[in-house]
Structure formats: structure tokens, C-alpha cells
T-cell receptor
Framework: DAGITQSPRHKVTETGTPVTLRCHQTENHRYMYWYRQDPGHGLRLIHYSYGVKDTDKGEVSDGYSVSRSKTEDFLLTLESATSSQTSVYFC?????????????FGPGTRLTVT | TQLLEQSPQFLSIQEGENLTVYCNSSSVFSSLQWYRQEPGEGPVLLVTVVTGGEVKKLKRLTFQFGDARKDSSLHITAAQPGDTGLYLCAGEYGNKLVFGAGTMLRVKS
């Protein structure tokens, strides 16, 4: 199994508070991704990173920011949490550059915004 | 925006039956991947198909990539309760993946 951990695994927070989710990898992969998963929508890309301090937006980036100061860590921040951001968040990593594009996922963080 | 549509959304079958899950798009993808996800866990990669018309087998699972690289199918022979899970297809474009909404499979013993 790819070495990916996410923290926290579960979090309940109130509307309007900032929240930061952490993804940590031990594989030294260049690409890291944040997704959210909601019923009926599959996995939707929030932001991704292609190197330290190099990030780009995905299809549902509004209300989220990311940072990557080290290869192994990718942080997702909800600036001011809203109920619509209640979801399961997954981090993924990819050894892009090897010719075949595949992603390996962490165990997920279940976030509830009340 | 590339879209992947999966069908059926839900499938409940008896152990031993065969089934096929479909993944369709109007877009061409460089490659297509299938993942399986169990409750409370992240998706796990099953297979990647790259060449149009390619067929790959993984024990009782057969994956096919359409000739035009716009669609794919997953066929399971003699389904078992351990096959229960959410099956997701994902198409590669550039350095990102776009995911279908998934097919939730339940195999009853």
C-alpha cells in the first residue's frame, strides 16, 4: 500500500470556522490531489499540486485553499466552513512522469459542518 | 468539461451471477482506470487501460477499453460477496483524472 495518511480522520466543526486537513505521504511522489466525495457526484477535484509551492485549481475550488511547503505534506484549508462543505475528503498521490498515470488514495477525512 | 457516465448506478445480484458495468463519455481519454472502494476507505486502483480495444483480465474481472478510447466496461464473472463495493471509472486528461459517479454493487450470498 502507498504510504498516505490523512488527519484528522473525522471532524465536526461549526459554520464560519476555519478548518485545515492534512495529507502526508512517504512515497516522495511529485503530484498530490485533494478530492471531495458526495453521493451521486463521485470524486471531484478541489486542488492539486505538481511540486513544492506549485498548486492549481480543480473543478470545485471555491472556498478552499491549499499549501505545499514540503514534498510530503499537502494541506487543504476551508477558510470559513459552510454546511455545503460537509463531505468526505480524500487525498491522492501520483508518480506522474513514469508513463502511466495512476493515483493512490488516502483513507479519507469525514468532515461535518454544523 | 469532460464527463464520464457510469451505468447502472446500483446493482444488486446473487452470488454466482455475471454482471457488466459501463463507463461512457463523449471525450477521448489518454487512459482509463477502474477503482474499487469499500465503505470507510479510499478507492483502490484495479486496472489501467491505455490502448483502444485493449482487454485486461484480473481473475474474474475483465476490463475493456473502447476502440475510440471514449468508453470502457467492467465484466465480473461468477460474482462473490467479496466483490461488493463502489466501482469507479476515471479518465485521464493532462495531469488530472475525471471520475464517474460510480456503480454500487452488492452481491448477496
Amino acid at each position: 500500500d502507498a504510504g498516505i495518511t490523512q488527519s484528522p480522520r473525522h471532524k465536526v466543526t461549526e459554520t464560519g470556522t476555519p478548518v485545515t486537513l492534512r495529507c502526508h505521504q512517504t512515497e516522495n511522489h511529485r503530484y498530490m490531489y485533494w478530492y471531495r466525495q458526495d453521493p451521486g457526484h463521485g470524486l471531484r477535484l478541489i486542488h492539486y499540486s505538481y511540486g513544492v509551492k506549485d498548486t492549481d485549481k480543480g473543478e470545485v475550488s471555491d472556498g478552499y485553499s491549499v499549501s505545499r511547503s514540503k514534498t510530503e505534506d499537502f494541506l487543504l484549508t476551508l477558510e470559513s466552513a459552510t454546511s455545503s462543505q460537509t463531505s468526505v475528503y480524500f487525498c491522492a498521490i501520483s508518480p506522474l512522469g513514469t508513463g502511466i498515470y495512476e493515483q493512490y488514495f488516502g483513507p479519507g477525512t469525514r468532515l461535518t459542518v454544523t | 468539461t469532460q464527463l464520464l457516465e457510469q451505468s447502472p448506478q446500483f446493482l444488486s445480484i446473487q452470488e454466482g451471477e455475471n454482471l457488466t458495468v459501463y463507463c461512457n463519455s463523449s471525450s477521448v481519454f489518454s487512459s482509463l482506470q477502474w477503482y474499487r472502494q469499500e465503505p470507510g476507505e479510499g478507492p483502490v486502483l484495479l486496472v489501467t487501460v491505455v490502448t483502444g480495444g485493449e482487454v485486461k483480465k484480473l481473475k474474474r474481472l475483465t476490463f475493456q477499453f473502447g476502440d475510440a478510447r471514449k468508453d470502457s466496461s467492467l465484466h465480473i464473472t461468477a460474482a462473490q460477496p467479496g466483490d461488493t463495493g463502489l466501482y469507479l471509472c476515471a479518465g485521464e486528461y493532462g495531469n488530472k483524472l475525471v471520475f464517474g459517479a460510480g456503480t454500487m454493487l452488492r452481491v448477496k450470498s
